[in-house]
């Protein structure tokens, strides 16, 4: 067999013993031709034509992958949304479950283990709707929601930034709200000394003082308050509590007592007391009282109305007088009073305490009609100008217990219709000028 037989039965090119290197060359050349054309092939299989173009059924096959992966996406968003929603649902549950999220947007902080209390507004409140305010405190007046909205100056606005910026309001039910509300109101309408702790997140409002030996708002075993006493500041010259009432106030309906004695009011009675006041804004108010407040003028007619008071503490003041039949304690001392004590005061048959005391303008004599008064049983009208004799109508006043005539003009004798009231412990006169054989009888000294 001749070489070049043996080199095609070996599946050699034929001459490529002959050529040497020269074929190895050729043959090389021709291998790298068909890698190519296998490359293309392929490529051509793996979905591009061997020009370059995406082969149909390739395409149809991504777009069916494509559509998978977004349906696959669609549903992991969908798995997401029901596991959040009722997530966020249950965070955003109030205790008070009238109490909408729009309202609670700047109390989110609630969770914070810290809180710092916020007195002073910073921005003015943003609610979405008039429902908001409804939802929040329900029983507030139409009128205080638009001072809020208008003017932020004014106590109202004050209270309620004040209010949606508590850290714990989420825990309070609906009369708490109301309660905090109008106690910050009160506070804000009276500029109260910074130094006292009203308006501290950290302290309930039923524990709110000077300080914590002196507490102004008490409460019964429920929290809602009952009480407000503000005396003037211990130990601090010239800091008084001023201001005048807001009808915010009346939000407190188990108020029974509003006291502020010693606090310089410069004010009027009728503007210090707030508008609108009646027994049915203020339904459990029994005592009001503003002792040595400097406060001015005729007492208004509508306290007359105010059945439900019983004692008014009103001494030291520049007060003139008018008829308040309902009263049972009515104290008008030091209040720079003149002329004389109305006979129409007879017909206040409700009244036990009167006193006018250290009124040294009031002068005329004793009117008889006092002895209407049955339900009497103290009576002061020591340091004034009062004069003539005592009327023995005054011992029809069988409930008297104390009777103080001291520091007078009176004269003459003491009715013996007093001495014989069993229940009179004492009838205080000046004995040089007023005999008196009662035993109750004793002399004042100068």
Known sequence: MSSQETAEQGGLPPGSVEHGSSNQQELQEEAGQAGAVLTADVQWVAGQNPDGTEADDTNERKKKMMFI????????????????????????????????????????QGETSDPVPTQVPTQPPTLESDLDFEVLLPNVANSTFEVILSDQSSPQYKAFNWLTSDPYLRRYETWRREQRFALATFFHAFVGPHFWTWLNYEIEECGWGENVNKIHVHCDDDGRVRRIVVGRAVDRDFVYFRGSIPPELSLLGQLEELDISENRQYFSLGSWLPPRISSESFPSLKVIGCTDCDLRGFFPAVLCDLTNIHTMRFGANILELTQLDQLQILTLSINKLSGMVPSEFGLMTSLTHLGFSENKMMSGSLPTELGLMTALAFLNMSATAISGSIPSELGLLTSLTELALHHSNLSGMVPSSLCSNPDLLQILVDCDSVDCTCSQCKCSTP
């Open 69 to 108: 992966r977004v349906l696959l996406l669609l549903l992991v968003l969908l798995v997401i949304l029901v596991i959040a929603i009722p997530l966020a649902v249950r965070g955003g549950q109030n205790d008070d479950p009238s109490l909408e999220t729009s309202v609670m947007d700047n109390s989110t």
